[in-house]
């Protein structure tokens, strides 16, 4: 039976309605919901997601800045920039790699174990840093590279700028060498280590480079790049400029550099000269050179292998880091710590029969046969061994020790190469605690000697002779001149508390070395009146010489291999009246300090006093001429 | 009611019908549609082209068409319902036999040169077909529990095709639309309880099953499930879209980038940002304000739907009027909530705003069809219609 039709509407309408409320109100509630997230997202947390925006679309990427310049104490470049073409390679903009890689191949060779290193460091890269593929192209290929930019997904051609050093071997040991940061370089450097990863950024290695790295690398500047999803550049929104490094200016004359370097010759060793009161390093030869831009560039494995293993060690600056006995240039000291001391004064007298005994030893002077009576001065002049055993055996070790560090023996010269050496002025404290083992009183007398456990640089040996020099000032070594133009101010010298008398005495005695009969390097002097050198030989013996070979005659440098032979040694100053530069030689297995080095010094010192032209007379008849350096530009043979 | 009564006998002239149609609604969804020209506009950088113009076209033909189905009696669409809802289900077999593959599922089938979604069609024909079930049904019999099987059935195929497509995003807007329309017509509360208890069961399945061989779901639907539940599981992969959509859509604020300068959409950091993810743009462009703008009209496009449906006459009518509305509502919310990081990525679009001639050809039509039922909104039903005999319980 029907319900009347009335009715049955109604009830679906009122069904239907209370419903349809009830869905519109879950409805609206879903709206609000709506709405509600729409204020979370953008009202909320907008502040978020807008900063997130910012950071997915705004790639901030560093700008190289652009390394200081080195040049010589004249302006002559020594370490440059010149354009380096180069090409690198984003990931994230290459849809293949491989493919990439083989079409950049015909034009730029990439043999298949560059690929394979190529490969892993665009792997290890993240996608949006870029990966340098080749360097240093030729205009011609660089070119090429770009004109098929099109093809070649990924691949960004770039001008950067390449490390040169235009005076090559003549500076290498001095202004070092750059290269590409290590892993460690990049940890090290904390937040600069972004900007050390960037293509074509280079670190300075060694020598100056390393040392003033901070100011040459300059500041990084920043470019916010507004890039695409796939990381296209859309338009540089900001360009904040790095700040370029400091251009130094270095104390080195390069012409002396160039100078020492070719007196040098083939043979293995150091000159340093030094101003004696400002500490400028006019020369800091060590040889042979090596030339740094082969480190730039990339060495050959057969001319890596040659200059790795080289008996000279062309790579080692022995200029700083190579250690010697400083034999008898040390006599000086020894004889200025037995004054000071009290010990023994300038008339303190020593009769020199050859030897002198001690306990069960004997101790030889070089002269077989003795010097007979001896005086500070003669023994200085002379060299005589037995002399300065006696005044050593009565200083002792300690004090000896005590006095030599106020010269600059065994302390390291401040000079921020990272492998300047501190060489070693033992005492009875370092003995036992290196070689747990008392001191006994016959290692005096080798240090009395500047033998023994001695050991000091070229560059220890010329601040010791340059604070005798100066009167007894505690000059230091520097290499840095000028900063962007600025003259960088010498240290103020603090007196080192030797009495000036007793450096006088120890001076006449250098000058009498040099200038009086008798002295072990009268053959080497300036005879020019008012630049005179004054100096002292040394002869620093690498073996031992057996009771056996004392018996026989000892054998002549000559008939030893050439690594067995003395080291020869001189330190000087000049003009001997009025000092102002310090030098020291040191000729690795060159034989005796009075033939081999004190020649070399003598030409420095000449070539320092008399720049363009040694005039007559400047050195005495049947004297070995002065060298002249070849004017050869600089570049090879050196 | 003598007025009324006059109406409903002597036919009204289509001068009359198109006075007598709901013209705040119309304008409405003219304002929404005027809304997406303009995002087509921008996300193709200020061009017309590709999307902003073919839109237009779009709009145009399917406006005229809407118009001319809602000058069509709504006796004819009762009549037809049946006939629609089965060519709808007929295509939906054809697109799983011979559809074209798209964005990793089967929706399009092409048909000359249109090329037709027939789970598109399927919404609106499945609440034309459920409201014609309803109307022709019983009252008394609308309780009784045998009744709710044949429209289970007819919500349950189309909804397992369009599964199968896959894409559960429209199916879940299919069985929630259905699923509504049962609510209207007044079945039991007890079924939906019911329902509600299976659907929980259902759930629970899915995500036992996941990793056993007979997983319910794909390996990717999981995935977007996983990653719907939290984004940052894969910022680069799976969750990257909803990521990058919260991004663009957060840095809008409280007005926007300005209209044409949504760096994030300019930059193609968003994806599909012309089709499903319109909205972002919209949110980067214009803020907060832009956003509850457009709920706001969406929402007045509900409100004037709803009303219109209370005051049609007839069952059949109320329940197409207030499905349309369920659908449209469907569509919007699971869009923005899509976008917004609410609901996973599940590909439905924003209703006359996203690109997409079947999605937009399908709403229209849809309001078409409740516009109809608003303009013959009071005419008399025969008792018995013409394609009635499908179901023996008979009206009156």
Same mark, same amino acid.
């Given at each position: 039976?029907?319900?009347?039709?009335?009715?049955?509407?109604?009830?679906?309408?009122?069904?239907?309605?209370?419903?349809?409320?009830?869905?519109?109100?879950?409805?609206?509630?879903?709206?609000?919901?709506?709405?509600?997230?729409?204020?979370?997202?953008?009202?909320?947390?907008?502040?978020?997601?807008?900063?997130?925006?910012?950071? &997915?679309?705004?790639?901030?990427?560093?700008?190289?800045?652009?390394?200081?310049?080195?040049?010589?104490?004249?302006?002559?470049?020594?370490?440059?920039?010149?354009?380096?073409?180069?090409?690198? /390679?984003?990931?994230?903009?290459?849809?293949?790699?491989?493919?990439?890689?083989?079409?950049?191949?015909?034009?730029?060779?990439?043999?298949?174990?560059?690929?394979?290193?190529?490969?892993?460091?665009?792997?290890?890269?993240?996608?949006?840093?870029?990966?340098?593929?080749?360097?240093?192209?030729?205009?011609?290929?660089?070119?090429?590279?770009?004109?098929?930019?099109?093809?070649?997904?990924?691949?960004?051609?770039?001008?950067?700028?390449?490390?040169?050093?235009?005076?090559?071997?003549?500076?290498?040991?001095?202004?070092?060498?750059?290269?590409?940061?290590?892993?460690?370089?990049?940890?090290?450097?904390?937040?600069?280590?972004?900007?050390?990863?960037?293509?074509?950024?280079?670190?300075?290695?060694?020598?100056?480079?390393?040392?003033?790295?901070?100011?040459?690398?300059?500041?990084?500047?920043?470019?916010?790049?507004?890039?695409?999803?796939?990381?296209?550049?859309?338009?540089?929104?900001?360009?904040?400029?790095?700040?370029?490094?400091?251009?130094?200016?270095?104390?080195? #004359?390069?012409?002396?550099?160039?100078?020492?370097?070719?007196?040098?010759?083939?043979? &293995?060793?150091?000159?340093?000269?030094?101003?004696?009161?400002?500490?400028?390093?006019?020369?800091?030869?060590?040889?042979?050179?090596? #030339?740094?831009?082969?480190?730039?560039?990339?060495?050959?494995?057969?001319?890596?292998?040659?200059?790795?293993?080289?008996?000279?060690?062309?790579?080692?600056?022995?200029?700083?880091?190579?250690?010697?006995?400083?034999?008898?240039?040390?006599?000086?000291?020894?004889?200025?710590?037995?004054?000071?001391?009290?010990?023994?004064?300038?008339?303190?007298?020593?009769?020199?029969?050859?030897?002198?005994?001690?306990?069960?030893?004997?101790?030889?002077?070089?002269?077989?046969?003795?010097?007979?009576?001896?005086?500070?001065?003669?023994?200085?002049?002379?060299?005589?061994?037995?002399?300065?055993?006696?005044?050593?055996?009565?200083?002792?070790?300690?004090?000896?020790?005590?006095?030599?560090?106020?010269?600059?023996?065994?302390?390291? *010269?401040?000079?921020?190469?990272?492998?300047?050496?501190?060489?070693?002025?033992? #005492?009875?404290?370092?003995?036992?605690?290196?070689?747990?083992?008392?001191?006994?009183?016959?290692?005096?007398?080798?240090?009395?000697?500047?033998?023994?456990?001695?050991?000091?640089?070229?560059?220890?040996?010329?601040?010791?002779?340059?604070?005798?020099?100066?009167?007894?000032?505690?000059?230091?070594?520097?290499?840095?001149?000028?900063?962007?133009?600025?003259?960088?101010?010498?240290?103020?010298?603090?007196?080192?508390?030797?009495?000036?008398?007793?450096?006088?005495?120890?001076?006449?005695?250098?000058?009498?070395?040099?200038?009086?009969?008798?002295?072990?390097?009268?053959?080497?002097?300036?005879?020019?009146?008012?630049?005179?050198?004054?100096?002292?030989?040394?002869?620093?013996?690498?073996?031992?010489?057996?009771?056996?070979?004392?018996?026989?005659?000892?054998?002549?440098?000559?008939?030893?291999?050439?690594?067995?032979?003395?080291?020869?040694?001189?330190?000087?100053?000049?003009?001997?009246?009025?000092?102002?530069?310090?030098? &020291?030689?040191?000729?690795?297995?060159?034989?005796?300090?009075?033939?081999?080095?004190?020649?070399?010094?003598?030409?420095?010192? /000449?070539?320092?006093?008399?720049?363009?032209?040694?005039?007559?007379?400047?050195?005495?008849?049947?004297?070995?001429?002065?060298?002249?350096?070849?004017?050869?530009?600089?570049?090879?043979?050196? | 009611?003598?007025?009324?009564?006059?109406?409903?006998?002597?036919?009204?002239?289509?001068?009359?019908?198109?006075?007598?149609?709901?013209?705040?609604?119309?304008?409405?969804?003219?304002?929404?549609?005027?809304?997406?020209?303009?995002?087509?506009?921008?996300?193709?950088?200020?061009?017309?082209?590709?999307?902003?113009?073919?839109?237009?076209?779009?709009?145009?033909?399917?406006?005229?068409?809407?118009?001319?189905?809602?000058?069509? #009696?709504?006796?004819?669409?009762?009549?037809?319902?049946?006939?629609?809802?089965?060519?709808?289900?007929?295509?939906?077999?054809?697109?799983?036999?011979?559809?074209?593959?798209?964005?990793?599922?089967?929706?399009?089938?092409?048909?000359?040169?249109?090329?037709?979604?027939?789970?598109? /069609?399927?919404?609106?024909?499945?609440?034309?077909?459920?409201?014609?079930?309803?109307?022709? /049904?019983?009252?008394?019999?609308?309780?009784?529990?045998?009744?709710?099987?044949?429209?289970?059935?007819?919500?349950?195929?189309?909804?397992?095709?369009?599964?199968?497509?896959?894409?559960?995003?429209?199916?879940?807007?299919?069985?929630?639309?259905?699923?509504?329309?049962?609510?209207?017509?007044?079945?039991?509360?007890?079924?939906?309880?019911?329902?509600?208890?299976?659907?929980?069961?259902?759930?629970?399945?899915?995500?036992?099953?996941?990793?056993?061989?007979?997983?319910?779901?794909?390996?990717?639907?999981?995935?977007?499930?996983?990653?719907?539940?939290?984004?940052?599981?894969?910022?680069?992969?799976?969750?990257?879209?909803?990521?990058?959509?919260?991004?663009?859509?957060?840095?809008?604020?409280?007005?926007?980038?300005?209209?044409?300068?949504?760096?994030?959409?300019?930059?193609?950091?968003?994806?599909?940002?012309?089709?499903?993810?319109?909205?972002?743009?919209?949110?980067?462009?214009?803020?907060?304000?832009?956003?509850?703008?457009?709920?706001?009209?969406?929402?007045?496009?509900?409100?004037?739907?709803?009303?219109?449906?209370?005051?049609?006459?007839?069952?059949?009518?109320?329940?197409?009027?207030?499905?349309?509305?369920?659908?449209?509502?469907?569509?919007?919310?699971?869009?923005?909530?899509?976008?917004?990081?609410?609901? *996973?990525?599940?590909?439905?679009?924003?209703?006359?705003?996203?690109?997409?001639?079947?999605?937009?050809?399908?709403?229209?039509?849809?309001?078409?069809?409740?516009?109809?039922?608003?303009?013959?909104?009071?005419?008399?039903? *025969?008792?018995?219609?013409?394609?009635?005999?499908?179901?023996?319980?008979?009206?009156?």
């Amino acid at each position: 039976m029907p319900l009347p039709p009335k009715s049955r509407t109604e009830h679906d309408r009122s069904v239907f309605s209370r419903r349809a409320l009830v869905l519109f109100g879950a409805q609206g509630a879903l709206a609000a919901g709506l709405g509600a997230r729409m204020y979370h997202l953008q009202i909320v947390e907008g502040a978020h997601y807008a900063a997130r925006a910012e950071r &997915s679309r705004i790639r901030p990427s560093l700008l190289a800045p652009v390394r200081g310049h080195i040049v010589s104490r004249d302006g002559t470049p020594l370490a440059v920039n010149s354009h380096n073409y180069r090409v690198v /390679l984003y990931r994230e903009d290459a849809d293949d790699v491989e493919r990439t890689l083989d079409r950049l191949a015909e034009i730029i060779p990439i043999p298949p174990l560059r690929r394979k290193a190529l490969l892993e460091e665009i792997g290890r890269t993240r996608a949006f840093l870029p990966v340098v593929l080749a360097e240093n192209l030729k205009w011609e290929q660089f070119a090429e590279v770009n004109a098929n930019a099109p093809a070649l997904a990924g691949i960004a051609p770039e001008l950067g700028f390449t490390r040169h050093y235009p005076e090559a071997g003549y500076t290498g040991h001095i202004v070092g060498y750059v290269a590409a940061a290590s892993e460690r370089d990049v940890a090290r450097a904390g937040d600069d280590g972004p900007v050390l990863k960037l293509p074509g950024m280079r670190i300075g290695k060694m020598g100056v480079e390393r040392v003033e790295e901070p100011a040459l690398r300059g500041k990084a500047g920043l470019s916010r790049i507004e890039k695409d999803v796939h990381g296209r550049p859309i338009r540089e929104l900001e360009r904040r400029e790095g700040t370029k490094g400091d251009d130094l200016r270095l104390t080195i #004359d390069l012409d002396l550099q160039k100078y020492a370097m070719q007196r040098m010759g083939d043979e &293995s060793g150091a000159v340093v000269v030094m101003d004696i009161y400002d500490g400028d390093i006019l020369a800091l030869a060590s040889t042979p050179g090596f #030339d740094p831009n082969g480190f730039v560039l990339g060495w050959s494995t057969k001319d890596w292998v040659a200059l790795r293993d080289a008996e000279k060690r062309p790579l080692h600056n022995k200029a700083v880091s190579g250690l010697y006995p400083p034999g008898s240039t040390f006599k000086m000291v020894v004889a200025l710590a037995a004054m000071h001391l009290g010990i023994a004064g300038p008339g303190h007298s020593v009769f020199c029969n050859g030897h002198i005994e001690l306990g069960s030893h004997r101790f030889h002077c070089w002269k077989r046969g003795g010097h007979g009576m001896m005086d500070l001065h003669e023994g200085l002049k002379q060299s005589c061994d037995v002399y300065y055993y006696d005044i050593a055996k009565r200083i002792g070790i300690d004090r000896l020790a005590e006095v030599a560090r106020k010269f600059g023996i065994g302390v390291l *010269p401040e000079i921020g190469f990272i492998d300047a050496k501190e060489g070693l002025m033992p #005492d009875k404290a370092w003995k036992r605690a290196r070689r747990d083992e008392p001191w006994h009183p016959g290692e005096t007398l080798h240090a009395g000697i500047g033998q023994g456990y001695m050991l000091s640089s070229p560059l220890q040996l010329a601040v010791m002779t340059a604070r005798i020099a100066n009167g007894g000032y505690d000059v230091q070594p520097r290499l840095v001149r000028e900063r962007n133009g600025e003259r960088i101010k010498a240290r103020s010298l603090r007196g080192i508390g030797i009495d000036r008398a007793h450096i006088e005495a120890v001076k006449r005695g250098m000058y009498g070395v040099v200038n009086e009969r008798g002295g072990t390097a009268l053959r080497s002097r300036i005879a020019m009146a008012g630049h005179e050198m004054s100096g002292k030989t040394g002869t620093a013996q690498v073996r031992r010489i057996t009771m056996a070979e004392r018996t026989t005659g000892v054998l002549k440098n000559d008939e030893l291999p050439w690594n067995q032979r003395d080291h020869a040694l001189f330190v000087a100053y000049a003009p001997a009246d009025d000092p102002r530069y310090a030098v &020291s030689v040191v000729v690795e297995h060159g034989g005796g300090g009075s033939s081999v080095a004190a020649p070399i010094a003598r030409d420095v010192m /000449l070539k320092l006093q008399f720049p363009t032209e040694v005039p007559d007379g400047a050195i005495p008849n049947g004297a070995a001429p002065v060298f002249v350096a070849r004017d050869d530009d600089g570049s090879e043979d050196a | 009611m003598a007025s009324l009564h006059a109406h409903a006998t002597a036919a009204p002239t289509l001068p009359q019908k198109l006075l007598r149609l709901n013209w705040p609604l119309v304008v409405l969804i003219t304002l929404v549609a005027a809304i997406g020209f303009a995002m087509q506009y921008s996300v193709a950088e200020g061009n017309l082209d590709p999307w902003a113009r073919r839109q237009m076209i779009r709009f145009a033909v399917s406006f005229c068409g809407m118009l001319v189905v809602a000058m069509i #009696d709504i006796r004819f669409w009762h009549g037809s319902a049946y006939l629609f809802y089965g060519v709808s289900l007929a295509l939906l077999v054809a697109v799983e036999v011979a559809g074209t593959v798209g964005m990793g599922a089967q929706r399009w089938i092409e048909i000359g040169p249109l090329r037709l979604q027939p789970s598109e /069609l399927m919404k609106i024909a499945l609440v034309v077909a459920l409201a014609r079930y309803f109307h022709d /049904l019983n009252p008394r019999n609308v309780r009784h529990v045998l009744t709710v099987l044949p429209p289970l059935l007819m919500i349950a195929v189309p909804a397992a095709l369009v599964v199968k497509q896959p894409d559960l995003g429209t199916a879940v807007l299919l069985a929630s639309g259905g699923i509504v329309i049962m609510f209207l017509a007044g079945v039991s509360l007890w079924f939906f309880a019911a329902l509600a208890a299976g659907m929980g069961g259902l759930v629970y399945a899915v995500f036992a099953s996941r990793g056993q061989d007979w997983a319910l779901l794909k390996p990717y639907q999981y995935n977007r499930i996983a990653v719907f539940l939290n984004p940052e599981l894969d910022p680069r992969g799976a969750g990257y879209h909803i990521t990058q959509s919260k991004i663009a859509f957060g840095s809008g604020g409280m007005t926007g980038e300005g209209y044409l300068k949504g760096p994030q959409s300019r930059l193609d950091f968003l994806p599909e940002k012309h089709t499903d993810f319109i909205f972002t743009v919209l949110g980067e462009e214009f803020g907060l304000v832009g956003c509850v703008f457009l709920l706001c009209v969406y929402v007045g496009v509900l409100l004037f739907g709803m009303l219109t449906a209370l005051r049609i006459r007839h069952l059949f009518g109320r329940l197409v009027a207030m499905g349309v509305c369920m659908t449209f509502f469907a569509y919007f919310a699971i869009n923005m909530a899509m976008v917004m990081g609410l609901a *996973p990525v599940v590909g439905v679009p924003l209703p006359l705003v996203s690109y997409g001639g079947t999605s937009m050809l399908v709403i229209l039509f849809g309001f078409g069809l409740l516009l109809s039922a608003q303009v013959h909104g009071a005419v008399a039903f *025969p008792r018995l219609s013409p394609f009635a005999l499908l179901w023996p319980i008979r009206r009156g």
